[in-house]
């Protein structure tokens, strides 16, 4: 099934650099949902499996393909991003799909979803198959969609992404950060943590161990990284009440990009456990640039960091 999706961006949709990750999953999730109910001629609401279960089309994958000098920072206010989309199914219980750039398609955003019940409230999920939607007008794959094997492998290696040959350790290990959950703010009508909230809740932790850092970082970096690559496996969810321990690791290099100068792309991996039992429910790694104008604060930071005694990021890639 294909079909166009056009996104205007306003204030809801930025962050501090221009277009926010997790306002541009939002914007897509809402969009997936939509097509669902239209092709599978069923609201959302009422999709339900033979038991009469309330089936969610809750999302187990995204990602990012942008590139460093075309990050989500490319966008901002006032433009319409025009998408081009597609959406597949796996045995009526997998979702899969693109929105690319109708302006440029190297430029997409990856979602895959399953459809779920609460078996025993929020921490407790189940898949079924829905046996009131029509699925007649969406192709079928041949085989699971390979983001179920990404998944999996993620979580054998506890990262998606192998660190860039040139990449140095912005600090050693992995720090943690743990985040309270706002029941008022990080849930949805369902009683789940939002999916897209989880990419909000990743920045903070970010935010919160760099800035940790003994060579202080100037906030100008902070506030202007954006994301050009990501992907991210979902594992679970969580009750209203519980804490999640976030354990973040860092990485970073030196970039040349002839329209803006040199850049800062850092490189993140990311582990989320709830507190209340520590099971791992979300893995993900990210790259993301921050411009360093010669001379700057930024540049500064940056030399102080490189010049550090200091080891190269190993690699995640299991032998």
Known sequence: MKSEFALDLGMPHLGRNNLSESALFKAIGNDRWRQIQ?????????????????????????????????????????????????????GQVYLDGKHCLVDAPEFW????????????GPSKLSMSIPANMDFSEIPELPTQPDSLMLCRL??????????????VDVFPGEREFTYRLDVDRDLNGAGLVYFANFISFLDIAERGVLTQLDHEV???????????????????????????????????????DARHGRLIDMGFDYRISRASDDKEILISSSRKVSPMPAGSPDAAWFDAMMSRPRSRAAATTND
């Open 38 to 90: 239209t092709v599978g001629k069923t609201p959302t609401s009422l999709i339900q499996d033979d038991a009469g279960s309330r089936l969610y089309a809750t999302f187990f994958f995204l990602e990012v393909n942008f590139t460093p000098e075309h990050p989500l920072a490319a966008h901002g206010e006032n433009e319409t991003m025009s998408f081009a989309t597609d959406l597949s199914h796996y």
């Open 109 to 120: 955003v990856r979602s895959s979803n399953v459809f779920i019940y609460q078996a025993g």
């Open 154 to 167: 993620a979580r054998t290696r506890g990262a998606f992404f192998d660190p860039e040959s040139d990449d």
């Open 218 to 256: 100037p906030p100008s970096v902070l506030d202007a990284r954006s994301t050009y690559r990501r992907r991210v496996g979902y594992y679970g969810n969580a009750q209203s009440n519980d804490s999640l321990r976030i354990r973040v690791k860092a990485r970073m290099r030196g970039l040349d």
